[in-house]
């Protein structure tokens, strides 16, 4: 619980940084909302009517008293109105955020459910040609960027089925379970693709480690089922590594796969990121980001969290 308490205690001051940095970055991109909403028109506003517009926006004042309004709002969980979808910010984010976890959670799902038995096939067989077969399907995944896996996806199945995938939608689950899937599954397919072959070698690597123990040689020469030794002795006490590297993705993929949701064609909170950097709409880039830092955070402290459940010996109080 002091461990809890200290973790908690941080975020504020975490956020606090975070907002100061993207607040910052986000006014260093050259042009404005203003530019960037008109477009060539707005060459075309006299000094009153930008003045006005200024206002509006909230732009019209110093950094530090903009950043003084919007984190004054942000503390009574205001973070603005959005100046391309012209809503609270919020609203936007959570709008977008169920489709991105969505897809975090399948490409996560897939990922362990192919990496994970086969570091452990791996490992088991260490040095063997099907062994030698793992390892190399593994640095194909980890080498081949995810931009690549998407549009082989889509060009054989166009091409080879004449079937295109689903893109530009996107149906909640307990609106429309399959059509849901439906949508995201290739998706997730090309996201779990790179991540599975980073579990399998993670996962074999702490097997080899495990299995070369003293208490694992002794429930062999004891007569414990080969089985019962790799799952249920060996495998806990190697998925640390594992849980450590799919905390870090899985709160990346939170952050939103910039570049699979714009392959195909993703409302997600990525992608929406993407456009208001684009647009300039300073207050969703703000909001976003303190938002994607915020579930990164509790992500971390889970995986921190969940140590403790594989392993008593740790004591998160020491570190």
Same mark, same amino acid.
């Given at each position: ?152 996806? @889509? ?46 070698? @993670? ?94 955070? @509790? ?21």
């Amino acid at each position: 619980m002091n461990y809890l308490t200290r973790r908690l205690v941080t975020f504020p001051l975490v956020m606090l940084g975070v907002s100061i940095l993207v607040f910052i970055s986000i006014r260093l991109v050259p042009g404005d909302a203003i530019t960037a909403m008109l477009g060539t028109e707005a060459g075309l506003l006299t000094p009153d009517q930008r003045a006005a517009l200024e206002a509006y926006f909230g732009i019209d004042q110093g950094w530090l008293v903009q950043y003084g309004r919007w984190l004054t709002g942000a503390m009574q969980g205001d973070l603005g109105i959005s100046v391309t979808y012209g809503k609270p910010v919020l609203d936007v984010i959570l709008e977008r955020f169920p489709l991105t976890l969505e897809l975090a959670l399948l490409s996560m799902a897939i990922a362990l459910l192919v990496g994970l038995p086969a570091g452990v096939f791996a490992a088991t067989r260490n040095e063997r040609p099907s062994d030698l077969i793992v390892r190399v399907f593994a640095m194909i995944g980890q080498s081949t960027p995810n931009f690549v896996v998407g549009l082989l996806i @889509i060009f054989i199945l166009s091409v080879g089925f004449g079937v295109l995938p689903v893109m530009g939608a996107f149906t909640p689950f307990f609106v429309d379970p399959l059509q849901n899937l439906g949508q995201l599954i290739l998706p997730a397919i090309t996201l779990g693709f790179a991540f599975a072959a980073s579990v399998t070698r @993670i996962a074999r690597s702490a097997m080899l480690d495990v299995l070369s123990e003293d208490y694992v040689r002794t429930a062999r020469s004891k007569g414990v089922p080969a089985l019962s030794v790799i799952w249920r002795h060996a495998l806990p006490n190697a998925l640390i590594p594992v849980v450590t590297l799919s905390g870090v993705e899985f709160g990346y993929l939170l952050g939103g796969a910039v570049i699979v949701e714009q392959i195909f064609a993703l409302p997600g909170l990525g992608r929406m990121v993407l456009d208001a950097i684009l647009q300039r709409d300073y207050a969703l880039v703000q909001g976003s980001v303190l938002f994607i830092a915020l579930n990164f955070m @509790i992500v971390n402290l889970i995986v921190d969290l969940t140590y403790v459940m594989l392993d008593p010996r740790i004591r998160l109080g020491d570190r």
